[in-house]
């Protein structure tokens, strides 16, 4: 449940002290998104606040999704041989 009011300080005090968004939405009971986008419009005011690694996305093994598909294309069209 979100709280009341997250004042500007207790914000980047939570922020500062975070090691992800998660930790700071945790700390402060805002939404990891609503963290993110207060973040953002601090930033943009003019306020340094560190940038925090995104999570929840895995880097793409393109190598891998490329076999896969040459594999399933394969079974689909296979060559005639005999």
């Given at each position: 449940m979100a709280r009341e009011h997250v004042g500007m300080e207790e914000f980047i005090?939570?922020?500062?002290a975070g090691?992800?968004?998660?930790?700071?939405?945790?700390?402060?009971?805002?939404k990891p998104q609503s963290c993110q986008v207060r973040a953002a419009a601090y930033r943009k005011r003019g306020i340094a606040l560190k940038h925090m690694p995104r999570g929840g996305r895995?880097?793409?093994?393109?190598?891998?999704?490329?076999?896969?598909?040459?594999?399933?294309?394969?079974?689909?069209?296979?060559s005639n041989e005999g």
């Open positions: 005090r939570a922020w500062e090691e992800n968004v998660a930790e700071v939405s945790a700390a402060t009971g805002i895995r880097k793409l093994d393109v190598e891998a999704a490329n076999t896969l598909l040459a594999s399933l294309r394969e079974q689909a069209n296979p």
